[in-house]
Every structure is written in C-alpha cells, then in structure tokens.
C-alpha cells in the first residue's frame, strides 16, 4: 500500500518525530477551532470565489465584486469579524488588484494536489492543498494566504519541504516546474516570495527523499525537545517532558505493522 506523504506531515517529522507518532501514528486530535480561525476561512473562501466566479470576459472587477464574495461566505462571524474581513479585503484589493490591467485567471483555486510518486520501488502518494496556483509563462505560481496577525519568522527547512514536495507533485500532475511559492500576509500586506532553483530543487528532494525513507520504517519515534514543547498539545503524554505521562486514550489508533524496508 502507498505510503501517504504531505508538506505537513514532513514538516512535524522534522520539528518532532514523538509528536508526528501522536498526531499521525496515533491519530490524536490536535488544537481547536477558534474564532480567529474561523475569519481566516472565510477569507480563504471569499478569496476562492472572488478569482473562481469571476466572468475573465468583463474588464478588471471593482470592489463590489469582493463584497458580493465576501457577504456569500461570512454569515457564521460574528459583526466585528465581518467588519473586519471587509476591511482585510479592502486592503487586499488595493494592493494587487487596482493596479492590474486585467484579472489573470488562475489555473485552480482551493485546490488539492494528489501524486504518486516511486522511490527505490516503494510507492508514495504526495498530497497537498494550496489556495492559488498561477501561471507564470510557461512555470507555476503557486500562493498560499496567511490570515495570522503578524508575520512570524519563517523557518527556511520548514519552507523547503512545502516547496519540495509541491514542486514533485506539481511536475507529475501538469508537467510543470515550479518556479516560486508566494505567502500573501492578508491582515499586513505583505508578499513574501520563495524562488525555487533548479540547485534548491534538486537538493530538496534529495532531503524528502531521505525523511520519506526515514519514516516509513521509523519505530523509534524519539523526543526532540525544543522551546515549542511548551505549546505542544501532546506533552502530556510525551516522556521527555514526564516522568510518567498519560496513557494515550482509549480512542488512539493501533500502532501500524512494521514495514519491509530491506531494500532501504
Ligand atoms: S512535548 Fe516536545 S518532545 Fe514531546 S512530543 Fe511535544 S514537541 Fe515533541
């Protein structure tokens, strides 16, 4: 059976082997659903019908065409929420939209990406979702929204896998490369741009390929203990931070089989 791999999962990997064996091994739940969470998913809706609904035959939209979006996906907010996502979309229109002769098209919106992909014989599907991916002549575009507060230091590794990973699916599915990844800060303004290079390419699937072994045959799943225990929602149950943690609850999933991984 293919062993399925994503952006996130190699990302907790790489941050935690003990805390990915608890949330994906074990399948324990992980945070909440706030309600800063909730306006940011609105947004991220709003966003997808705004560039999907679109008629690319009528000049660029004014911004009634947001509010109209944003009224269709903002009934669950309370009215400073709404008040404020019309504000972010106001912000947002101004500072990539006005300027634009005309609204580019992408080529998917809310879209999730699935992949096989075969490493040393053994099948892997690569999975993924992104909010927006463009065309860039003849490369790929690929932009996430960010509805944080405020721009939060960006871990280079943690870029890397996104981007690797992205970058092999994307190849299988439309033959493609993929040339940058864009995360738009909505509540800032911000765009940060990721350019990825046929060198950087090339090295990052170099390290996916190796964590992607790693794990399919990892049993020992080890604590890595750093300042983010603190905000681990696992370490109760974590035996670096405890001397006698919890039991996992009864609802925690099997352990898996060990796989064959001889040829590794
Ligand atoms: S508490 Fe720290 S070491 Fe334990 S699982 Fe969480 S991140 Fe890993």
Known sequence: MAYHLSAAKLQT??????????????????????????????LHKALAQIYQDWDYLQPMPSFEWLEYCWQNHSQDLDPSQFREGLTILKNYYDRFMTELPSLRRPLAVEGKIQAP?????????LSGRYDRLDWLGDDL?????????????????????????????????????????????????????????????????QTIAKMAKQLRGEREWKPHQTKAC???????????????????????????????????
């Not at 941050?15 to 306006?39: D, I, M, N, V």
């Not at 439309?174 to 995360?183: A, I």
């Not at 603190?230 to 925690?252: F, N």
């Open 141 to 205: 575009e690929l932009i996430d929204y960010k509805s944080t507060k405020e721009i939060k230091s960006l871990d280079s590794k943690r870029i890397d896998l996104q981007l690797g990973l992205y970058a092999i699916a994307l190849q299988h599915i439309y033959n493609c490369r993929l040339k940058k990844l864009s995360l738009i800060y909505l509540r800032t303004g911000d765009k940060i741009e990721f350019e990825v290079t046929p060198e950087h390419d090339r090295r990052v699937r």
């Open 117 to 125: 992909w075969f490493l040393d014989n053994i099948e892997f599907t």
């Open 13 to 42: 990997y790489q941050t935690c082997p003990k805390s990915y064996y608890f949330k994906y091994e074990r399948g324990l739940p992980g945070g909440g659903f706030g309600k800063s969470q909730a306006l940011g998913t609105s």
């Open 230 to 264: 603190d905000r681990c929602q696992y370490s109760r149950y974590c035996p670096a931070i405890h001397a006698e943690p919890d039991p996992l609850p009864e609802s925690a999933k099997p352990e898996r089989e060990l796989q064959l991984t001889l040829d590794l």
